[in-house]
């Protein structure tokens, strides 16, 4: 069965640096949802998305935004990064009430 | 406070052995509970999926469901070492998935 994809799996920037996640949830799925998961933690929400349109806001910096576009992909678009942002990120994608997440990427900021 | 409490453990069982995994949460709102396993530097995996309050089982997991204490369990029978990994709950409440810490178990051979 399809599963979700995120690209790159991982990703070293700098600081100050630009980076830019991508996500291609499930086909048919409606929702899809970017969390940041640190070392020992549980994933955090950041943002989710239905059917294209931004449904929720969590704990997503102001550094940060994302997208869904017209093909249901979604990308996280991540600026001036510093030494905190490094985090494992992951995509899920939702139809009902299952929740699928996708492998993360990996993304250090040296 | 968090909306989902878990015990992180880390919980270390022999071989064989019944695993009890559990959560409690405040919200009365949350409708849909779900149990993730996740394998170092992976993704969360889906295992159980519930409704409702009562058992579903699958496998050598059961799901246990009591909303009127707001608790939820995870058991696992027959433990084996590839079991060894982090077990998230989560339940959904409106539009989110609200996710506890997480218990790290390790199953010994």
């Known amino acids: 069965a399809a599963g979700v994809i995120q690209s790159p799996r991982h990703l070293i920037k700098e600081k100050r640096e630009t980076a830019t996640l991508k996500c291609y949830p499930i086909p048919r799925h409606d929702t899809v949802y970017w969390y940041q998961q640190g070392p020992g933690q549980d994933p955090q929400f950041l943002i989710s998305f239905y059917e294209k349109m931004q449904s929720d806001k969590g704990s997503i910096p102001d550094r940060f935004s994302a997208q869904q576009f017209s093909d249901y992909h979604s990308e996280l678009n991540m600026s001036s990064l510093e030494l905190g942002d490094s985090a494992l990120y992951f995509c899920a994608s939702s139809q009902y009430n299952e929740q699928f997440f996708g492998p993360g990427t990996r993304l250090t900021v040296l | 406070q968090k909306e989902v409490e878990q015990d992180p453990g880390p919980l270390s069982v022999p071989e064989g052995a019944i695993v009890s995994l559990n959560c409690t949460y405040s919200n009365s709102a949350f409708q849909y509970f779900m149990w993730y396993r996740q394998y170092s530097r992976k993704g969360p995996e889906l295992l159980m999926y519930?409704?409702?309050?009562g058992n579903k089982e699958d496998g050598r997991f059961t799901a246990q469901v009591d909303k009127s204490s707001k608790y939820i369990s995870l058991f696992i029978r027959d433990s084996q070492p590839s079991d060894s990994a982090t077990y998230l709950c989560?339940?959904?409440?409106?539009?989110?998935?609200?996710f506890g810490t997480g218990t790290s178990l390790t199953v010994i051979p």
């Open positions: 519930t409704y409702s309050s």
């Open positions: 989560a339940m959904r409440g409106g539009n989110q998935f609200y």
